[in-house]
């Protein structure tokens, strides 16, 4: 077997160094002329192996590290090469961002594993939908407007695909190992991640189809990697499925409040899973108004609930709650008994504010502002139960894992427009885990 150049490099010292010992004068019986000489030449040979040695291994390390990192940027060209797709059209957002026009079987979703011989299509829609219990009752007398993302025109037949940097990849990788720290938040902490919500009761023994929130739009500072926002998570054990708002400057390259979807802690919007069926509402748009201090208050709807027929996750956005997507059943793991992971029912709806921000930096506010007092809201807060029906959420307990820097407070039932209402938010400042 052929030798490193390292290899090479130890022997030939070596051989060097016991040649130069062996060639010190020796006297007529050829011994060396001075025990102390040979001494020395013994060391001088241990301590350049030792050198050689750590060179050696340095080296090595060097080389392995350099393929690791080579190995990681062919990946990420590759994913980076089937998420950007070919384009039937572009469209550029006054944002800056750009959305590519992709034939509906050709997005992102299907290049998933479990994905493959899928049979939908662009025209699919849910088998039944959730009667909603109410709609709210806006005016502009009291202050509540609703927000908007900008409507994208995408020929029939194709979808709308944010157009995805290699920061931006790099950003959405990173985060996703943060967030798969917190799989069970009930039985593990996330380092660097921070949560004010309310969520349905982990021994209450209920199954839920689904949940939906009106939460109000906020646009939070927040800076480098950080992030900060508000959303709906619906969950059965490890798996979750999750929408909201949210400012992540890593995630799109601004500072604004943007729509978010996650599927389980490794997908970020469409980046895999999700399957678009809407040509004009993408998933990740910017959100704008933005709520102010005191008032007017901006809003956006979500809704997510199951298909009772295909088992596939819905989501609706906006006032008219528009059918945007789906999570496929597929996704989602067989279970060798029933009521576990979300092939059947969720276990936990959860509403709130979510921020992350590395351990050594001061966590980012987390509602409105940067004053404890202001806070952002979820209204409308529904559940929808085992025979397909909108309810009012219930059975339910607040969790803040710092209420020194957030807080949340569960509001119960209140009139209109508020409904089945929660509050929550806080100033930042928390380091460490």
């Known amino acids: 077997m052929d ?22 004068p020796r006297s007529i019986t050829g011994a060396p002329t001075s025990t102390s000489d040979h001494t020395w030449c013994l060391v001088r040979i241990a301590r350049m192996e030792s050198k050689l040695v750590l060179l050696l291994l340095f080296s090595l390390l060097c080389r392995q590290v350099k393929s690791s990192s080579l190995e990681e940027d062919l990946q990420i060209e590759e994913k980076l090469r089937r998420l950007n797709k070919p384009a039937v059209k572009t469209i550029q957002t006054e944002y800056g961002d750009s959305y590519d026009c992709v034939d509906f079987h050709k997005q992102p979703a299907f290049d998933h594993p479990l994905l493959k011989n899928h049979s939908f299509h662009f025209n699919m829609r849910p088998s039944s939908r959730p009667k909603r219990s109410t709609n709210l009752e806006r005016s502009s ?14 020929p029939i037949g194709t979808v709308p695909i944010r157009r995805t940097s290699k920061e931006e990849l790099i950003a959405a990788k990173m985060q996703a190992k943060v967030l798969a720290l917190n799989a069970d938040p009930n039985t593990q902490e996330s380092p660097g991640n921070h949560f004010a919500v309310v969520r349905t009761k982990f021994d209450s023994g209920r199954r839920y189809d689904g949940g939906g929130m009106i939460s109000t739009v906020e646009k939070p500072p927040c800076q480098g990697s950080q992030y900060t926002g508000g959303r709906i998570k619906i969950s059965s054990l490890a798996e979750y499925i999750q929408a909201g708002w949210i400012v992540n400057p890593s995630l799109y390259s601004d500072d604004q409040t943007h729509l978010f979807i996650l599927t389980g802690a490794s997908c970020f919007n469409t980046q895999c899973g999700f399957v678009l069926v809407c040509a004009d509402h993408p998933v990740d748009a910017v959100l704008q108004p933005v709520s102010q201090n005191p008032k007017p208050v901006y809003t956006y709807n979500f809704f997510i609930y199951r298909d009772p027929l295909s088992g596939s996750w819905w989501l609706e956005l906006g006032e008219d709650y528009s059918p945007v997507g789906f999570w496929p059943k597929a996704l989602f ?7 576990v992971g979300l092939r059947d029912l969720a276990t936990h709806v959860e509403w709130g504010g979510l921020v992350y921000s590395p351990l050594d930096i001061p966590s980012p506010p987390m509602g409105r502002a940067t004053e404890p007092h202001d806070e952002a809201s979820c209204w409308d807060m529904t559940t929808i ?7 009012a959420a219930g059975d339910t307990e607040t969790y803040v894992d710092q209420d020194k820097y957030y807080g949340v407070e569960d509001l119960g039932h209140q009139d209109a427009p508020l409904h089945r209402a929660m509050k929550y938010g806080g100033a930042g400042g928390a380091t460490g885990a």
């Open 141 to 154: 007398a009291s202050g509540v407007k609703s927000a908007s993302i900008k409507r994208l025109d995408c």
């Open 385 to 391: 139960n085992g025979n397909h029906e909108t309810e």
């Open 333 to 339: 793991a067989e279970r060798g008994f029933p009521h």
């Open 3 to 24: 030798s490193s150049p390292e290899q090479q490099l130890l022997f030939h010292a070596r051989a060097s160094t016991k040649t130069h010992c062996l060639d010190q």
